[in-house]
């Protein structure tokens, strides 16, 4: 445990980008886990949840390399920016897919508005045995209460933080060599 206290303070950009790439990585893994083993197929709103982490996890990745062999600080401070700025967007949309969830909102009609579309009545049955809505008001799991999209609430938020973090603890590299 004093390892991870001693890199954390050695070198915060590097302890930011493996934070960020290791959790990120973990929550992708975590989401086709529930997706693919579980059998929860995700919602629209789900999907587009996830596209904050196929941003993420190869940008910390690049600074992790990044740090590793002497990028700029002006680099490592505009990647750390852009993953904070994901992350807080998707702590948004998540948040906002939460509140679709306990019915606070109204959530987006291609998932969670009625059926109208169905075409002529001589084909309804077949079309109706064909489609496979998945709706974005109904939470597929819940543990403790707190749904998948709650869940990525905390997770989107601590992952901008430590992006913040990251991108401060450039910007003071840049203060020490300028």
Not at 2 to 11: E, G, K, P
Not at 131 to 140: F, G, N, P, S, T
Not at 157 to 169: C, H, N, R
Request: proline residues 4%; aromatic residues 12%; glycine residues 8%.
């Amino acid at each position: 445990m004093d390892n991870y206290v001693a890199l954390l303070r050695r070198d915060p950009p590097l302890a930011a980008a493996v934070i960020i790439a290791i959790v990120g990585a973990l929550t992708i893994c975590g989401f086709f886990f529930f997706q693919y083993v579980l059998g929860y197929p995700p919602c629209p709103l789900c999907l587009d949840q996830r596209n904050a982490y196929y941003v993420s996890v190869p940008l910390a990745i690049l600074l992790w390399l990044g740090v590793n062999h002497g990028a700029s600080s002006k680099v490592l401070i505009a990647g750390f920016a852009v993953i904070a700025a994901v992350m807080l967007w998707n702590t948004g949309l998540s948040a906002y897919h939460a509140g679709v969830e306990w019915k606070f909102w109204r959530g987006p009609a291609d998932c969670s508005g009625p059926i109208n579309s169905l075409g002529s009545a001589s084909n309804m049955l077949k079309q109706l045995q064909d489609i496979r809505i998945v709706r974005c008001d109904e939470a597929a799991w819940r543990f403790l209460g707190i749904s998948l999209a709650g869940y990525d609430v905390l997770v989107s938020l601590f992952l901008a933080a430590v992006a913040a973090w990251g991108a401060k603890a450039s910007l003071a590299r840049v203060g020490r060599s300028g």
